[in-house]
């Protein structure tokens, strides 16, 4: 099957500035649509993210990335085949034929890239998990869910630390989906009773925005809630340390520190109230964070460490800064690099490396739910998905639910006799072709195959639990355990027919 068509719009991301949704149809009539999210606390290395300029929008349009898909890229790629990722992206990485995609523009080449393999998905009749997981020789698997209960940092005014996450044990989304509501609805009175009715406004990512407020009163009140839950959770925090660094000091919770206090602070805080995982602890640029960090252990560390700014979905960041084994867990964001492909070039780099992959939305999101299918279809450890709350999170959460529920009801199915199809329990290799050159009529032409090249799949790691503080003036919403939710098969079965990308 091949493109028919490809339609751009400029629509507007959760935070109300616009970005850019690229439709794509095939000559069977089918469609799909990708729309790409934006950072706001972004690394140094990021894809360049094309914008207008200009007085329109406050010069953040991106009516000139519109205009180039429509007017150059789309018609080269009319009659192109789908299921050639690679090829297409090679494509598109040579059309912008820079190293960090200023010509084009990272969102406008995501914009076609996440386009084009919904609609193969689509094409080859299969969910866009099980489409990805096929393409990367991988297991699905439900990530855990890293969820923003409390905002700061660029996402939301009250506190530097940018989120305070809570990562429920479980990974059933139906069961950590409950520990989450849970988690946030207790904590949205004990911060109103706290600050007031304005605690219940919310940030980018839909974490809470308490002011007058700090690390610790935070971190005690998950604790505490965490001691009367029957369903545990860790607690994980986004430092996001570029955004409080300048000139060699971190300027954090009115203290002026360097990075070695920093570390120090981070560790009462997890002696405290123990501390699963921080992202950027330092700053990307802070040469003496990075020493920092070569110093600490390999393994059992007191906290594990994550990057985002310092490896911004980078193959190449990944592979020299993990020389060092410096990072547990690497976050992965399709929009950090700029297409498909160079995603799951990093996310095969992060495994061999040994870190954990952690597959994160951004703060300011769009109602795609994309990230979802990729992070079940790759089996990420975890995944970034923001608080229970504002529609372009909550798609998220929805669609997790809706992936296990399909599972279900196609292992009740298949056990029932039923019309479901059988799975195929072995992924099978996809084919890879090689790029093909433009023609002189400027449109790609089809491509030969080759075999792809498998990736190990990754297991899911439960930590040892937070220690529950004995401190105990939070009720819970709701402490009861959820019923039990049958187990995964590695390869769960495939719902039936076929299925439109959502
Ligand atoms: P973002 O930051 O605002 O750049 O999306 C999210 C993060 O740092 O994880
Ligand atoms: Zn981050």
Do not use: C
């Not at 992202?279 to 007191?302: C, H, M, R, W, Y």
């Not at 992924?427 to 075999?451: D, I, L, V, W």
């Amino acid at each position: 099957m091949n493109i028919k068509q490809i339609t751009p719009y400029q629509i507007l991301d959760s935070r109300g500035e616009p970005t850019i949704m690229v439709r794509m149809m095939s000559d069977s009539g089918n469609s799909a649509e990708f729309a790409v999210p934006a950072g706001a606390s972004r690394g140094a290395n990021e894809a360049v993210e094309k914008r207008d300029g200009g007085s329109d929008y406050s010069g953040k349009g991106v009516m000139s990335s519109i205009e180039v898909i429509t007017n150059v890229i789309a018609p080269k790629f009319i009659g192109y085949p789908l299921g050639q990722q690679d090829d297409f992206d090679g494509l598109l990485i040579a059309l912008d034929g820079s190293e960090k995609k200023q010509n084009l523009g990272g969102n406008t080449l995501l914009g076609l890239s996440g386009a084009y393999l919904k609609l193969s998905a689509v094409e080859a009749k299969k969910p866009l998990w099980q489409y990805i997981a096929e393409a990367n020789q991988t297991t699905p698997e439900f990530p855990r869910l890293f969820a923003n209960i409390v905002g700061g940092g660029k996402h939301a005014p009250g506190l530097d630390i940018q989120e305070y996450m809570v990562v429920p044990q479980s990974n059933s989304p139906r069961d950590a989906v409950k520990v989450i509501y849970n988690v946030y609805h207790t904590i949205q009175k004990v911060m109103q009773n706290l600050y007031g009715p304005s605690a219940k406004l919310v940030g980018d990512e839909g974490g809470l925005a308490p002011i007058g407020t700090n690390t610790e009163v935070i971190l005690e009140a998950f604790s505490q809630l965490n001691s009367k839950m029957e369903e545990k959770f860790d607690i994980a925090l986004d430092a996001a340390a570029n955004t409080f660094y300048k000139d060699g000091i971190y300027t954090v919770e009115n203290q002026q520190l360097h990075a070695s206090d920093l570390l120090k602070l981070y560790e009462a805080w997890d002696s405290k109230f123990p501390i699963f995982s921080i992202e950027d602890p330092f700053a990307e640029n802070d040469v003496e964070g990075i020493e920092i960090l070569k110093t600490l252990p390999k393994q059992n560390k007191p906290f594990l460490i994550i990057a985002d700014d310092y490896t911004v979905t980078n193959k190449a960041k990944i592979e020299e800064l993990q020389q060092s084994e410096l990072f547990d867990g690497i976050i992965i964001k399709p929009n950090q690099v700029g297409t498909i492909t160079e995603t799951f070039e990093a996310i095969a780099a992060a495994r061999q490396s040994k870190a954990k992959v952690i597959i994160s939305h951004r703060s300011g999101e769009t109602n795609d739910n994309f990230i979802v299918d990729l992070a079940y279809g790759v089996g990420a450890m975890g995944m970034k998905l923001g608080a229970p709350m504002r529609g372009e999170r909550v798609a998220k959460y929805n669609r997790l639910l809706e992936i296990q529920a399909d599972l279900e009801a196609n292992q009740t199915n298949a056990s029932a006799g039923a019309t479901a199809q059988q799975v195929n329990t072995t992924p099978t290799p996809t084919e890879k072709s090689t790029p093909s050159a433009a023609t002189t009529s400027g449109s790609f032409a089809p491509a030969s195959s080759s075999p792809n090249t498998p990736i190990p799949p990754t297991t899911i790691v439960n930590p040892t639990p937070s220690t529950p503080n004995t401190i105990n003036n939070i009720t819970t919403q709701s402490s009861t355990p959820s019923p039990a939710v049958p187990a995964q098969p590695s390869t769960p079965p495939l719902p039936p027919g076929p299925q439109l990308s959502p």
